[in-house]
């Protein structure tokens, strides 16, 4: 009978949670800022996990905050040895994760078009106002 939560499954959230820990409190690179390690998908042999990172600041910053973790890959994974209880650590190989990035970009697009519809709004009937108010003083007869 298959499990409810596969083993590959209980892997990735361990990996993330100790990944974490391991990226704030052992890595000491000025390029490492305070990043957020986002997903992990460890493939079904378990001998290579792909981990997505996120990271405030620049694309430049997170480009390079992900090079110095592929740098450090081989300590991290090292560490992991005695932390997890598995077979085969699996081999660490770190990415951007550019969602979190992307929805802010739409987002922002979004917030812009509704200020711009707003303000044609208010434009038009800013103007539909002055056309009554001309075409009022129109209908009014001339005072003698």
Do not use: C, W
């Not at 493939?43 to 792909?50: C, E, S």
């Not at 910053?61 to 040895?81: T, W």
Request: no cysteine.
């Amino acid at each position: 009978m298959p499990r409810e939560y596969s083993r590959t499954l209980r892997i990735n959230s361990q990996l993330q949670r100790e990944l974490s820990e391991l990226i704030r409190d052992e890595l000491t690179d000025p390029r490492i800022g305070k990043l957020t390690v986002t997903d992990v998908v460890v493939a079904q042999d378990v001998r290579n996990a792909k981990v997505s990172v996120s990271q405030l600041g620049s694309d430049d910053e997170l480009k390079q905050a992900v090079k110095a973790l592929n740098g450090a890959a081989g300590r991290l994974r090292h560490l992991l040895v005695d932390r997890m209880r598995i077979r085969h650590v699996p081999t660490l190989h770190f990415t951007a994760d550019m969602a979190l990035r992307e929805a802010d970009r739409v987002g922002s697009l979004i917030r812009e078009a509704i200020a711009n519809d707003r303000a044609s709004d208010q434009a038009s009937s800013e103007a539909a106002d002055s056309k009554a108010d001309l075409k009022v003083a129109d209908d009014e007869p001339p005072a003698s």
